[in-house]
């Protein structure tokens, strides 16, 4: 999903989704159904909707529907393997975090639209286009992928036990009530960490990085949605 949308990026396309691997991800987000006769149908006569992309760049440019992820996101999602996904949804990612809690946590500088929003040691920093991550967690319950904006996050916690419970804040929909969860929107997010950590695009993992500019492309991609969604 992440590849087709980064090739209709700005190209004026429509996009028609039927949901299977990182596409029901996006799909969920849209109201999409995993019928794959509805989501076909939905494809052919829906709705044409615009919607924001955000754009990664550091050697090259990537753009995601969804979100991306530096530190324990990535390793959650590299570890989270289908089969798991499918047998606990959302708990798959509390218990693959749980595994993963013991990774030291990185020094991370995060500016948004030029301003200094945070520095200090975290274990995760996600930048998102929509809410909801997969197995149903609300990381964003106020995102709207056509605001112009993307919702940043990190989750600051240290101890297993504040791992848990920002995790499974988190994966109740609640993360922006843990104390180990700080939350923000902009338009240009700058990451910079000390040293190399793995990221993810839209539940693709990606090689290690020390720094990443995520920036919002507003409108840039036109998808079919249902005619009754928002």
Not at 13 to 22: D, E, K, N, R
Not at 79 to 97: E, H, P, Q
Not at 99 to 105: A, G, P, V, Y
Not at 216 to 226: F, G, L, N, T
Request: net charge negative; aromatic share 4%; hydrophobic share 40%.
């Amino acid at each position: 999903m992440q590849r087709a949308v980064d090739t209709l990026a700005g190209k004026g396309i429509p996009l028609g989704v039927l949901p299977a691997g990182t596409g029901n991800l996006f799909a969920t987000n849209l109201g999409i159904p995993k019928d794959l006769e509805e989501a076909v149908d939905i494809a052919l006569s829906g709705r044409e909707r615009k919607l924001d992309l955000g754009r990664v760049k550091r050697d090259d440019s990537e753009h995601f529907g969804v979100m991306m992820g530096v530190g324990l996101d990535a390793k959650m999602i590299k570890d989270a393997d289908g089969s798991l996904k499918d047998a606990l949804g959302r708990l798959a990612y509390v218990w693959t975090g749980a595994k993963n809690i013991d990774t030291e946590r990185f020094v991370a500088t995060v500016d948004i639209d030029g301003e200094r929003f945070f520095k200090g040691a975290a274990g995760c920093v996600l930048v998102g286009n929509m809410g909801q991550l997969t197995g149903g967690i609300e990381a964003f319950p106020q995102s709207q992928p056509d605001d112009g904006l993307l919702e940043v996050g990190i989750i600051t916690a240290d101890s297993m036990l504040d791992w848990t419970r920002a995790l499974t804040r988190t994966a109740m929909g609640e993360a922006a009530e843990s104390p180990f969860v700080e939350i923000a929107q902009g338009k240009k997010v700058h990451i910079k960490i000390d040293r190399k950590h793995l990221y993810e695009l839209d539940g693709g993992d990606r090689d290690k990085v020390k720094k990443l500019t995520v920036k919002v492309k507003p409108k840039a991609i036109a998808v079919m949605v249902p005619r009754d969604e928002g």
